[in-house]
């Protein structure tokens, strides 16, 4: 018989406990896709006292992850404190050094560390596997490395963040503003107490910027992704969206350009009946096109514990097995760095709205400024008149540069008769 897998597990919290759970209550199918048995025999938290609900009496208790990472009799460590530096980055460091292969769902280590790290393990002959780190449930990162590697991947784009996904979603089908929804969701638990990570882009930037390393075999850049994040998006903007065909969502988008590699996070007009824009609610999607297989979706939950422990465990299983493919697709001395195409050279359609004093002439200011920036308008809507007072104006245009964009941005925002700061939203057809 094969000897089982012992794995030891740090972090014992929403997806720690939940990977100990899946364990336990799959342990005879789990068996039989390993053709072995995956033991936990260690297990690491701050506080030994909390209830996890899933039993720990035979396992060994570490007050200290790393100390764990270098135990005796522990063949695979899962780390799942988070972070992308301290515990979490030594913790992993440590079971690498010691010649214990990881699997992590940690995107804030693999963003910011990713490359380091898989040379660290496939210098050894160990496996980094991170499949929970993006879009949860989903297996994106195995589709992608695995399922798609016989295409040349051009473009990958999806919703990368269920908070901010619920968050538009309610505004959207409630009419309520963006902070009275975000302290709904606080309340709910599908949004951290500080939800910065989330609604600020960056957690999906991290996930962006590890999907780019395995999409185009270049090294994880998360540093030259471009993040907005949808703080300033108003319930009126998504009513206008509706109104012109489109729905808002926040998109994590990476693409190969003539100007090397694109990545961006922010919120996006799609349209009505593109397929992304039906993700609603907490669910994630991903989207890639591959040269031959042409465009390939995937959608479900990405996050909570079930969702994420179930790619946790789907490692774990590879790993069992032998499994083993190059951390990010191709081997990690391989991963050959593009240069990151500025945001400036986005090319694409906008949605303007602005607020402004309803005097004659107002209009033809501004889209003189449009003029001169060589940005050309394609629709304009005002609802209402109230001369002498002020009233919203939405505009969207043409295809057109960022760079002129953004500087017809400027010079609008200058004008006397425009009283905020024009709010702007990224138009892409998919
Ligand atoms: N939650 C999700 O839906 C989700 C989805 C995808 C990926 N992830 C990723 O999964 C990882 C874990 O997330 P989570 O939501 O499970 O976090 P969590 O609920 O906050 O759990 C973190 C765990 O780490 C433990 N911990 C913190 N510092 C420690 C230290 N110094 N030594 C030992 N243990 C320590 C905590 O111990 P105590 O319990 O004793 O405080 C807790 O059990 C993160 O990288 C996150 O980004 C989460």
New binding site residues.
């Given amino acids: 018989m094969t000897a089982p897998l012992k794995i030891a597990v740090?972090?014992?919290?929403?997806?720690?406990a939940?990977v100990l759970k899946v364990l336990a209550e799959h342990g005879a199918l789990i068996e039989q896709r390993c053709g072995r048995r995956i033991q936990v025999t260690a297990v690491?938290?701050?506080?030994r006292s909390?209830d996890r609900g899933v039993g720990l009496s035979h396992v060994r208790w570490f007050?200290?992850?790393v100390a764990m990472a270098a135990a005796p009799d522990v063949d695979v460590v899962v780390e799942?404190?988070?972070?992308s530096d301290?515990?979490?980055k030594a913790t992993v460091e440590t079971a690498l050094e010691q010649g214990r292969s990881v699997v992590?769902?940690?995107?804030?280590?693999l963003a910011n560390h990713g490359p380091a790290l898989a040379h660290m393990a496939e210098g050894r002959g160990l496996t980094l596997a991170f499949e929970?780190?993006v879009a949860?449930g989903i297996p994106v990162i195995k589709a992608l490395r695995e399922g798609l590697a016989a295409n040349r991947v051009t473009e990958v784009h999806g919703i990368l963040n269920g908070t901010c996904n619920y968050i538009l979603t309610e505004m959207r089908t409630t009419g309520r503003e963006f902070a009275d929804v975000l302290a709904e969701a606080q309340a709910l638990g599908y949004a951290e107490a500080d939800p910065s990570f989330d609604i600020d882009g960056i957690d999906a930037a991290h996930k962006l910027a590890i999907l780019t390393s395995v999409a185009f075999g270049v090294p994880v850049d998360f540093q030259n992704v471009y993040i907005e994040g949808i703080r300033h998006v108003s319930a009126v903007d998504l009513k206008y969206a509706e109104e012109l065909g489109y729905r808002i969502k926040l998109l994590g988008i990476a693409r190969l350009t003539r100007n090397g590699v694109e990545q961006r996070v922010h919120p996006c007009m799609v349209p009505k009946d593109a397929p992304i824009a039906a993700v609603d609610g907490v669910f994630n999607a991903v989207v890639a096109q591959g040269d031959f297989v042409d465009r390939v979706w995937l959608v479900g939950r990405?996050?909570?514990?079930g969702?994420?422990a179930s790619a946790v465990v789907a490692d774990l299983v590879d790993v069992a097995r032998g499994r083993s493919t190059p951390t990010f697709g191709v081997p990690a001395s391989q991963l050959a760095a593009l240069d990151p195409s500025p945001m400036e050279g986005r090319q694409g359609a906008y949605y303007v709205r602005l607020m402004v004093v309803d005097r004659p002439g107002v209009i033809a200011e501004v889209a003189a400024v449009l003029r001169d920036n060589n940005v050309s308008m394609e629709s304009f809507l005002q609802r209402g008149r109230s001369p002498g007072e002020a009233v919203p104006v939405v505009l969207t245009t043409h295809d057109t540069n960022e760079a002129s964009m953004q500087k017809a941005l400027a010079q609008i925002a200058a004008q006397a008769a425009v009283l905020e700061p024009p709010r702007m939203i990224r138009i892409e057809q998919f």
């Fill in positions: 740090a972090g014992l919290g929403t997806v720690g939940g690491s938290a701050r506080d909390k007050e200290d992850p799942l404190i988070g972070g301290g515990p979490a992590t769902a940690n995107k804030a280590l929970a780190s949860g990405g996050a909570g514990a969702p994420t």
